[in-house]
């Protein structure tokens, strides 16, 4: 079967991960894979792309509005013999689906990653963005999301049917099973240090604001305390706010990592006020290496969570310092009820088989 995703590119965020890491576990049922960046680049990622079996990457930048760029697709599509599309862009995949219906592709997927739009609101946009949501509920044989939250968001109920699927993230365990190795020594970090750390690019919906306002308040009480944060953007955007702040020689900043298990092995706490999220892939990772956390109380960090979980308003500094102090002085760094509930929830196998069978089943 030949099979197509579209992304945006392979920069190292979400979708992107989840794609590589589906990609990584299934990419042997496949006969030929392509994952087609409409933003005209690749990414961060095209190296650990381009070394899965049956992948061939394309770029080529499509705009909202071109005409001839969707003519493009169309005999794109129609050339390749494609048995099933997928694209994670949302509303945005509107016109890919169109595409796909009339090139003939009988299995045309929509996946929102996002439980929220994701661009300034103009009438245009707004205008344009409806549009398109329209042609995705038109042409899309399957809408799956991560998240309730986006269905929530996105869809009023009477627009929802049999199509709509909830498939939540899937983590391999056996990837973060990296024993009591951690990075304190080359972050220069006293071995007797607590630890509480955050992973995610910069960006408004992640909340680095609090998480510096919250750093400055622990670290100026617990000269022990330190935070390590890593993310695309981070370094370059965080750097001068920790001098200015009085706190640089306990926070370490980094921009992406590839070894994000021992990176989480490091932390005694995981610190996670996002504004908004479709589902936190980096909080299900934390959980998984049974690391206490403190988060925010949106919808899509609600559903991923364990019930009783303590959740606090995105902006709530002070909450956020009584609860990471009261974790700091508990001392406790694993939880393994939280990680047995989030291997058990999040299981690899499970999740991408369910995604697969979306991708394949039906089609005629």
Do not use: W
């Amino acid at each position: 079967m030949n099979v197509i995703f579209f992304v945006t590119n392979l920069d190292s965020g979400g979708i992107e991960n989840y794609l590589l890491r589906f990609l990584e576990f299934k990419s042997s049922k496949f006969k030929n894979i392509t994952v087609f960046c409409k933003g005209g680049r690749a990414g961060e990622l095209l190296n650990n792309y381009q070394n899965l079996p049956n992948v061939d990457i394309h770029l080529k930048y499509v705009s909202y509005f071109k005409l001839q760029d969707y003519l493009y697709i169309y005999r794109f599509l129609k050339k390749n013999k494609f048995h099933s599309v997928c694209d994670f862009t949302g509303n945005f995949s509107g016109l890919i689906l169109f595409c796909a219906k009339k090139a003939g592709i009988k299995k045309r997927v929509v996946f929102y990653r996002g439980a929220t739009d994701h661009f300034q609101k103009t009438i245009i946009k707004s205008t344009y963005n409806r549009f398109v949501k329209s042609m995705t509920l038109y042409y899309a044989t399957d809408i799956l999301s991560n998240s309730k939250a986006a269905f929530k968001y996105f869809f009023t109920q009477n627009q929802k049917d049999q199509r709509f699927e909830v498939i939540y993230n899937g983590i391999d365990k056996s990837k973060f099973n990296v024993g009591d190795k951690n990075l304190k020594n080359s972050f220069f970090i006293p071995e007797n240090a607590y630890v509480i750390g955050h992973v995610g690019r910069y960006n408004y919906s992640k909340n680095h604001k609090t998480i510096l306002h919250v750093a400055e308040r622990l670290i100026k009480k617990y000269t022990n305390i330190y935070f390590i944060l890593c993310g695309k953007g981070v370094k370059k955007n965080l750097e001068l706010k920790t001098i200015e702040y009085g706190i640089e020689k306990n926070v370490r900043l980094f921009e992406n990592r590839t070894d994000i298990p021992i990176f989480l092995n490091t932390m005694d706490a995981f610190f996670f006020p996002s504004i908004t999220e479709g589902q936190p892939n980096a909080l299900i990772e934390a959980m998984i290496v049974g690391l206490p956390f403190v988060a925010s109380n949106i919808d899509s960090i609600k559903e991923t969570v364990f019930k009783n979980s303590l959740l606090l308003d995105p902006n709530d500094v002070e909450g956020y310092v009584v609860n990471l102090e009261k974790l700091y002085k508990k001392s406790e760094s694993r939880n393994e009820f939280l990680k047995e509930y989030a291997i058990k929830r999040f299981d690899h196998k499970i999740k991408f088989n369910e995604f697969y069978n979306k991708l394949v089943n039906t089609i005629q």
